[in-house]
């Protein structure tokens, strides 16, 4: 009977670091095919919130409010997962991203990327989306923001309904921000997300915070900040933890297994 072959640890890393993958993406394309309206329906409810609070009106509970609310509670409590794997808006940018590595690949020849530092600072556009949102709310002019949201025409999109007439500057910004997608990974999550920017706000509790044991890290490593989309510092007590949106690449390239999901850190500690 033929031995089966021991795997080295640089090959058990490989092949569990393309579960992962695999598994996040078959998670994304299942929420991208059944629940593609989630970024909508809690954007909308987030709008609908801004605009009560804003002009003095009783707070209404509808669908819109209630898929906000669900996202948020989610974010509390395990982070930016709804970012990470279920947003259609982030895996179409982790599509169009993938397919421009691999055409890069086979061309052999590297896009100019946005430098980390100044992505850092991009990184703040998306509050001042947040507050351009809350103030259109506020002054009742957020039906500018309806005919002309990346958004709105994605789902558009989504319908298979291309009559941009009315919509065409919501048409030109998706336009734009695919081709961000292109140049930088996660593109519309890191600069322009009023999503992301509340989510990013709201406390998440500290057993749902990536850990990393820097005792056992091997010197000048950074594995895990090379894998980032989003230039998270894996620290936890960063300024930028809560940009982190659990895609669990850095878990997954780690070469110590040092990173973990706060308290499970005592209970899947590695030999």
Known sequence: MEQKKTLTPAQKRMRKKKIQ????????????????????????????LFRQVGQGE???WNAFL??????????????RW?????????????????????????????LPGIPEKICIILQKLKYINLLFLLFACMLGVSNIIDSNSPWGAFSRMRMLDFHIQGYWIGFLYLLLIVIGMVFEERFFCQFLCPLGAVFSLLPIVPAALLKRDENNCIPKC???KKQCPVHHKVEGASLESNECIRCGRCIGVC?????????LRMFCKEK
Do not use: H, M
Request: charged letters at 15%; a positive charge; glycine letters at 10%.
């Open 21 to 48: 993958n695999i598994v996040r993406r078959v998670i994304q394309l299942a929420f991208f095919i059944f629940l593609p309206s989630l970024f909508s329906e809690g954007f909308s409810g987030l709008k609908g």
């Open 58 to 60: 009783v707070l209404s």
């Open 222 to 224: 950074n594995a895990c």
């Open 255 to 263: 070469p110590e297994s040092n990173i973990k999901v706060g308290i």
């Open 66 to 79: 209630q898929t906000f609310v669900i996202l948020a509670v989610i974010t509390i409590i395990a982070g």
């Open 82 to 110: 709804f970012c990470g794997f279920a947003c259609a808006f982030g895996s179409l940018g982790d599509a169009v991203y993938g397919i421009s590595t691999w055409i890069q690949k086979r061309i052999k020849k590297k």
